[in-house]
């Protein structure tokens, strides 16, 4: 059965708002991104059921998605959104979340994306072979690598494919700028987890007093409280 949580629905829907300047109860399910995400045949869940998903709440589901790693950043969903929703900006968004929050995501995708990301911290651009090299030791799945070795190839005899790697111009400050863009938002996840349980907390505190004051007062009557 699924349960909608109108909570966690309304906290990431301000996020949201807040940062990317995209209100989720604007989509009304046209499935126009859908249709023009040439990334979609391989996701486990559509732009626009994302988009359903955080309406109603079902917030973890997002963040542990293939989808939101897989997404190629085309930007086409936010092109066609008769309801001018940044729906990439969304997913980019969502994806840093899931990222600073260290959320589990399925199969191989986690590993790519930091081996993605990590090449480019260290080198400033994307050698793709040491990428994929980073990528293969990562998933520790010998099948996969032996899989696309066939695609060395073609990619070499057309010079898209370089063994060794070219640190770029300003790699350093690409790779500071990487680790504290990722310094930050670990830090600001931190912090929003810290706020939300001190304020439920705060909630449930006050819920158990209200809840005991009538007891006290029917003790101190001398009479039962029933619910
Ligand atoms: S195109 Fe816009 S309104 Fe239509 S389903 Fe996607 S996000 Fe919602
Ligand atoms: S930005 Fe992502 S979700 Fe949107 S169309 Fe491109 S691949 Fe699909």
Do not use: W
């Not at 604007?26 to 988009?51: L, R």
């Amino acid at each position: 059965m699924i349960r909608y949580n109108a909570e966690e629905a309304a906290f990431y829907r301000e996020k949201l708002v807040k940062r990317v300047r995209a209100d989720i109860r604007d989509c009304y399910q046209c499935g126009n991104c859908s249709a023009g995400c040439p990334a979609a045949f391989a996701f486990d869940y559509t732009p626009n059921q994302m988009m359903r998903m955080l309406q109603v709440g079902l917030v973890d589901r997002v963040l542990e998605s293939r989808a939101l790693q897989l997404c190629l950043q085309c930007l086409t969903c936010s092109a066609r959104c008769p309801r001018n929703i940044d729906i990439a900006g969304i997913i980019e968004d969502l994806k840093t979340i899931a990222v600073a929050q260290e959320r589990d995501v399925p199969e191989h995708v986690k590993t790519f994306n930091n081996a993605f990301l990590s090449t480019v911290a260290q080198f400033g651009r994307l050698p793709e072979f040491s990428m994929m090299v980073l990528f293969y030791v990562g998933t520790m799945n010998p099948k996969m690598a032996l899989r696309d070795m066939g695609l060395i190839p073609p990619m070499v005899t057309k010079g898209k494919l370089k063994f060794v790697p070219k640190r770029a111009k300003g790699a350093d400050e690409v790779s500071r700028i990487y680790k504290k863009a990722l310094e930050q938002a670990k830090a600001r996840e931190k912090a929003e987890l810290a706020a939300r349980r001190a304020a439920a907390a705060r909630a449930s505190a006050a819920g158990s007093h209200s809840a005991a004051q009538p007891a006290a007062v029917a003790a101190a009557a001398g009479s039962e409280v029933t619910s």
